[in-house]
């Protein structure tokens, strides 16, 4: 069993998504009694039928939201309530009966209470929370299933590139687009993640780290990087503003693009929301006025774009390092995770852990691998 020892290396190291805590929540929803009330017990393996709707026609939507520790008995979990109303929206957009937004944050309690002592009070680590909606209906009519379910389970991680602000190299896909207008770009939809493999392959090959979406109609237009939203900075020091896509609907409304916006604007930086073509993206770095690029998701946190290449061409952005301007707000953000700073009204919901005692690192039973 393969599980996080608190006395290891550095976070950085740890694996994304492989080690989870001991519980999970569950509920469900029938067209009769609706969803029935979240409820705790031991992480383990869910039993389907073959002809499960979610298995065969993806009628399954996500999140994903983290917390972080608070000294030694309280977790701290960043924009509940935003991501709550945005599994919300997604469920809506599949024809998912909506989990009501209190269940989701009773749920975020649950687990919380329970597996907060899982993550210990290190800098650098975080608690994954990932809440997924399914339809749980054996049935292969093409219908919207009749029967659903919720799950929320959680992992301790570090960064999902690093804890350090290292700089990644981004490939222009040419040959694929993530999603289409009237499509479900704008929601986390399960369906939304395979289709890209074969493009993050292509930029794999090409010694690349992520891949940056272009729009579905011109494939002119960048949309975003791989799973997260992107930011440009133009200009420097009293000068510099920042300029990100707007929401389109093919694009994720990202909760972490909304708080960089909001700290971003808090700090007396400019910020506009515009479209940026590949071509300005490559001219304006060139030139000098694009000088520092970044990436921004729950599980990236804020990330640097150091160089980008379209097939044969690359180019660097500014000096290929970290911004800072991209430091800044990195900083800002972090700091309102980790309590150094203090947060917007309703930014963060703070959880009591049972029987924490964080004086201890945590056991290699403490977490379960992802092998149980």
Not at 20 to 29: D, G
Not at 42 to 50: A, D, K, Q
Not at 236 to 258: E, K, M, Q, Y
Not at 288 to 302: H, L
Request: hydrophobic share 40%; charged share 20%.
């Amino acid at each position: 069993m393969r599980a996080f020892d608190a006395a290891d290396a550095e976070p950085y190291r740890i694996p994304f998504g492989e080690q989870f805590t001991p519980h999970m929540v569950t509920a469900e929803w029938t067209e009769r009694d609706g969803w029935s009330e979240p409820r705790l017990s031991p992480f383990g393996n869910l039993s389907m039928s073959p002809a499960m709707v979610g298995l065969h026609y993806g009628q399954v939507v996500f999140e994903g939201l983290k917390a972080y520790r608070r000294g030694s008995d309280a977790v701290a979990c960043f924009r509940p309530v935003d991501h709550a109303a945005r599994l919300r929206r997604s469920a809506e957009r599949l024809a998912v009966p909506a989990l009501p937004e209190e269940s989701l944050l009773a749920a975020v309690d649950l687990l919380l209470e329970a597996d907060g002592g899982c993550l210990p009070d290190r800098p650098g680590l975080s608690l994954y929370l990932r809440p997924v909606l399914y339809a749980s209906e054996a049935n292969l009519a093409l219908r919207p299933a009749r029967r659903y379910a919720f799950l929320l389970i959680a992992f301790v991680t570090g960064g999902f590139f690093s804890d350090r602000p290292d700089p990644v190299k981004v490939w222009v896909s040419r040959d694929y687009t993530r999603a289409a207008p009237g499509g479900t770009g704008g929601v986390k939809f399960a369906g939304n993640y395979a289709p890209s493999y074969a493009a993050q392959e292509q930029a794999r090959r090409a010694g690349c780290d992520q891949v940056v979406w272009l729009d579905p109609v011109e494939r002119r237009w960048v949309d975003e990087l791989g799973g997260m939203n992107l930011f440009f900075v133009r200009g420097s020091g009293p000068s510099a503003h920042l300029v990100t896509p707007p929401v389109t609907g093919t694009l994720l409304p990202g909760v972490t693009r909304d708080s960089l916006l909001h700290l971003a604007a808090g700090g007396g930086l400019a910020v506009h929301e515009e479209p940026v073509s590949v071509e300005q993206f490559r001219t304006e770095c060139l030139d000098g006025t694009i000088t520092e690029t970044f990436a921004s998701g729950t599980a990236a946190v804020v990330t640097p774009v150091g160089t980008v290449r379209d097939g044969a061409e690359s180019w660097q952005v500014g000096d290929g390092q970290a911004g800072p301007v991209t430091l800044a707000l990195r900083d800002a953000l972090v700091d309102i995770h980790t309590g150094r700073a203090s947060a917007p009204a309703g930014w963060l919901r703070t959880v009591g852990i049972r029987g924490s005692d964080p004086g201890r690192p945590q056991s290699r039973e403490s977490l379960v691998g992802s092998g149980q």
